[in-house]
């Protein structure tokens, strides 16, 4: 059982939508980090996000905290095909160290 | 600046033989983490080096996985007896303490 979920699990849209991707969990988590995954590559961070109710964005990308630290949304605007790749949530568990990851959502974004 | 770097990137192996996969982390970074990526699934915890502390082994599936780092910098996975359900990408990142993570490319086992 994976301590965080991730939805949807694949999301395939056009370039110039936009998308939204979810993690949730029933843990409480001090912080949560998001990263973008591409082919034959290591995950590569995006963003953590350390406060309930944080949002953070980084150019088309916006990240929020949920209130209570136990959810993150990552939402894309006008997608465009550099986008796509495998999005991974991750929360620290136990120590500050050990991360625990969601099973990512793969995004592919057609032109 | 050099990244983390794994070798090999890839690595065939048949059922029984021991491997030994390397990770090179960024230079100054006290932290490194083995993680295990197989397919459809997230990352697997398997051990963090912290210093010279040590090692938080806690994520090893079984017995015949074990790690070294030597020096504080290099380090080695090594998985003896390889079964088929070892086959996986196996990722290596490196830290400094308290910071994101920092990953290298992974190394792709596959146990025939």
């Known amino acids: 059982t994976q301590l965080l979920e991730q939805s949807p699990q694949f999301l395939s849209i056009q370039e110039g939508e936009n998308l939204t991707v979810y993690c949730n969990s029933s843990?409480?988590?001090?912080?949560l980090q998001w990263y973008r995954q591409e082919p034959g590559e290591g995950p590569v961070l995006l963003v953590t996000?350390?406060?309930?109710?944080e949002v953070k964005k980084l150019k088309r990308l916006t990240f929020q905290f949920g209130d209570a630290r136990k959810d993150s949304s990552l939402h894309i605007t006008a997608a465009q095909p550099g986008d796509t790749g495998l999005y991974l949530c991750?929360?620290?568990?136990?120590?500050?160290?050990?991360?625990?990851f969601g099973a990512g959502t793969t995004v592919t974004v057609r032109a | 600046g050099a990244g983390v770097s794994q070798s090999p990137s890839n690595k065939v192996t048949e059922k029984g033989k021991d491997v030994e996969l390397r990770c090179d982390p960024i230079?100054?970074?006290?932290?490194l983490y083995w993680y295990r990526q197989s397919l459809g699934q997230g990352l697997e915890f398997l051990i963090y080096?912290?210093?010279?502390?040590?090692?938080?082994k806690s994520g090893l599936p079984s017995d015949r996985f074990s790690a070294e780092r030597t020096g504080g910098s290099v380090s080695t996975l090594t998985i003896q007896r390889t079964q088929q359900e070892d086959s996986a990408v196996y990722l290596c990142?490196?830290?400094?303490?308290?910071?994101?993570?920092?990953f290298g490319p992974g190394t792709r086992l596959t146990v025939t």
């Open positions: 991750a929360g620290p568990v136990s120590n500050d160290y050990k991360l625990s």
């Open positions: 230079s100054g970074h006290t932290a």
């Open positions: 990142a490196s830290s400094r303490q308290g910071y994101g993570q920092y």
């Open positions: 080096f912290q210093g010279n502390s040590a090692p938080d």
């Open positions: 843990s409480v988590f001090s912080s």
């Open positions: 996000v350390v406060t309930g109710g």
